[in-house]
């Protein structure tokens, strides 16, 4: 498995000594688990996961961790950075707890206070400067509170190495519109999902206007459509969700007369 990440770089910050509550409802270092002799189960593949963390406490936490599980030397490599549309810095708060969701570019935006720079990168670039391995990049999963679709504006040449990709639809969303990046994976070579509690709706090809008008907490799932086995097995699952909401409510059920299946068997 390959992310993309930054150069590791020493932050002469430090951790507040605690992790905010997150959406896995961890908030102490007791909380977060990690099974022992994972080295035992995990197989002997050869690969490398980066890890991009903008926010100065969760960078020391993550790289603490790292060491101490010792797995950065098994191809875990966490890095303080960020990545929009442009190369350059930007900042964040730089005395927040780790693990503090709520906070980031914008906090800095009304109050600079307390804020330091961050190495800021295009993806494409970043990839391009940092990242040795010229293969391809089983998961690109992205979770930037809203900024999602400024990542996939420039992560063109990425996007063409990834199979599978997965990001946020959330915060700065509300002044954009989800059908323009699914479009733009669309063009990409993706077929993008919502992606539920063990379901998946399919978006490319499926889209319906009051898409645009919903601005809500949600993960989208896409894959490239040349990876065939595990296409078919996401497509498989939402035609499951398709059936059930049928059964469920056989009136209520609107889908566009232009939604093909991916698949015909």
């Not at 907490?217 to 490239?224: D, I, L, P, R, T």
């Not at 040349?226 to 035609?239: G, P």
Request: aromatic share 10%.
């Amino acid at each position: 498995m390959e992310q993309i990440s930054g150069p590791p770089e020493k932050d002469e910050q430090r951790s507040m000594g605690g992790i905010a509550r997150s959406a896995c409802d961890q908030h102490n270092f007791d909380d977060v688990f990690v099974e022992p002799h994972w080295q035992t189960r995990g197989l002997q593949r050869r690969g490398t996961l980066h890890c991009i963390e903008p926010m100065p406490a969760t960078s020391i936490d993550l790289k603490a961790a790292a060491d101490k599980l010792q797995i950065s030397a098994h191809g875990f490599v966490v890095s303080h950075a960020a990545i929009s549309t442009i190369t350059g810095t930007t900042q964040f708060p730089g005395n927040g707890l780790s693990g503090k969701e709520d906070a980031g570019i914008w906090s800095c935006e009304s109050n600079p206070k307390n804020c330091i720079n961050v190495p800021m990168y295009k993806l494409d670039v970043f990839v391009k400067k940092f990242v040795i391995d010229q293969g391809p990049i089983d998961v690109l999963q992205i979770d930037v509170e809203g900024y999602d679709f400024e990542v996939l504006r420039g992560a063109s040449e990425v996007l063409e190495r990834s199979r599978y990709l997965e990001y946020h639809n959330v915060g700065k969303w509300k002044d954009q519109y989800l059908e323009d990046a699914v479009n733009l994976l669309q063009e990409k070579g993706f077929t993008c999902y919502w992606a539920g509690n063990g379901k998946l709706w399919r978006l490319t090809k499926c889209w319906i206007p009051t898409y645009n008008e919903w601005h809500g907490w949600s993960n989208v799932a896409c894959v490239a459509v040349d990876e065939i086995d595990l296409l078919w097995s996401m497509e498989k699952i939402f035609l499951k969700a398709q059936l059930d909401q049928i059964r469920l409510d056989p009136t209520s059920f609107d889908m566009p007369s232009s939604c093909p299946a991916q698949f015909l068997c």
